[in-house]
């Protein structure tokens, strides 16, 4: 034979059935199709199962010869089954300080325009065989699903994680006036119910998420994991001293069941992250600004560390999409202005927040400090207009465009 094998391996006296395939397989996985790999071997069985074996996977048996006591059998590769991709082997990670980051993967291993629905759960990077079923992922192209920074944002999600029962100074809380007390059982029950839509609102489009954006996805993880501590964060503080949770409002309720009508991702992310908790930072700043405790201030501080990354994340996402897609503006304003035609019939604050918020500044019901809290609390209201306009120039929109959408905005802030 003049046939010149690319790759050769020893078999020993293996046959075929009892461990050879595990040394042929990944050999000839190595080779393209039209490689030759060499196979050495004392076995006289795997001279005639091999040429089964070559034909049932469609490669080249290309016969044997006795080599100084060993059968030397080549097999070409056929062309069946190849799969899809280029090999990483070789590649290396970088590692700081011991340490290797989602930011180092993304850049060795670069997100695709777009992604195929034939390869399902492979990991971005992985050779793919063909002839896998088509999987049910929508959000396939990258401008529209992974802003450049997720990669560095998912790590920041990661170091800061803390836990409600570890890392947060309970014992601070003492006994406050009733009505004081009250007012934070409310605030508190206002932002539970506010962190539980933003809970399930992304949860809704993770499995949209082609594989290959895998980062948005362990962000958007990282992001519900937030809120679930959160939430019960919030419930705690509501209860720990007697006070309880307060009054769900039907503005509340309706305010946050239109975020669930979202179908397109950047639409969701906008109004949830950029408008709604955006408007949040705001909110939990007055919280931490005007707690009657050190814990109450703690768990404002933590949780709003946390909604600025979720923020950071929505600001980048729609920034991205914007920057390759101008139509997506008018996209955009109009879901914001068909949210607020669904909530057209609905006031202001609800009022037992607005009420628990006066209070909460006053810190008490003397009149002269409940109206010190009104002023304050009216304050905050401007403040969140203002810091909205700010947002959104920051994304793109035209300082007119920004001031529209931030009065359509509903009044419940999520």
């Avoid at 949860?203 to 980062?215: D, K, N, Q, T, W």
């Avoid at 949780?303 to 390759?324: I, P, Y």
């Avoid at 009104?374 to 120039?393: D, Q």
């Amino acid at each position: 034979m003049t046939s010149q094998a690319a790759i050769a391996i020893d078999g020993g006296n293996l046959p075929l059935g009892g461990g050879l395939l595990s040394l042929i397989r990944p050999a000839i996985g190595l080779l393209e199709p039209g490689g030759v790999l060499a196979v050495f071997s004392t076995s006289r069985a795997v001279a005639q199962d091999l040429p089964s074996w070559c034909r049932v996977e469609r490669h080249t048996y290309l016969g044997c010869e006795s080599i100084e006591g060993r059968d030397r059998h080549l097999v070409e590769r056929g062309r069946l089954g190849v799969p899809r991709g280029e090999r990483e082997w070789g590649m290396r990670l970088p590692k700081r300080d011991g340490q290797i980051s989602a930011a180092d993967v993304l850049r060795a291993v670069p997100m695709p325009e777009r992604a195929s629905v034939e390869t399902g759960f492979a990991p971005r990077g992985a050779r793919v065989e063909p002839g896998g079923p088509r999987y049910p992922f929508t959000l396939v192209e990258r401008d529209r699903v992974a802003p450049p920074e997720v990669a560095q944002l998912y790590d920041q999600a990661v170091s800061a994680q803390w836990d409600s029962s570890r890392d947060v100074p309970w014992d601070e809380i003492g006994d406050l006036p009733p009505a004081l007390e009250a007012a934070v059982g409310q605030v508190m029950t206002f932002l539970a119910e506010n962190e539980l839509s933003a809970l399930y609102v992304p949860s809704r489009f993770l499995p949209r998420i082609h594989p290959a954006f895998v980062e948005t996805a362990m962000f958007l993880a990282t992001q519900l994991a937030d809120e679930a501590r959160h939430i019960d964060v919030f419930l705690k503080r509501a209860r720990v001293a007697g006070g309880g949770l307060g009054i769900s409002s039907v503005t509340t309720s309706r305010s946050l069941l239109s975020l669930m009508e979202y179908e397109d991702f950047t639409e969701a992310a906008f109004v949830l992250s950029v408008l709604g908790e955006g408007t949040f930072l705001d909110l939990l700043r007055f919280v931490e600004e005007h707690a009657p405790d050190g814990c109450t201030a703690e768990i404002a501080r933590r949780t709003r560390a946390d909604e600025s990354r979720h923020v950071h994340f929505g600001m980048a996402h729609v920034r991205h999409a914007l920057a390759s897609d101008p139509s997506l503006f008018s996209r955009l304003e109009a879901a914001v202005r068909k949210r607020a035609a669904t909530l057209h019939d609905v006031g202001g604050v609800p009022a037992p927040l607005q009420d628990a918020l006066t209070v909460l500044a006053a810190g008490g019901t003397e009149p002269r400090a409940i109206a010190r809290g009104h002023e304050a609390f009216r304050a905050l209201v401007e403040t969140m207009h203002a810091a909205r306009i700010k947002r959104l120039e920051r994304a793109g929109f035209t300082e007119a465009q920004a001031e529209t959408m931030s009065l359509l905005h509903t009044s419940n802030f999520m």
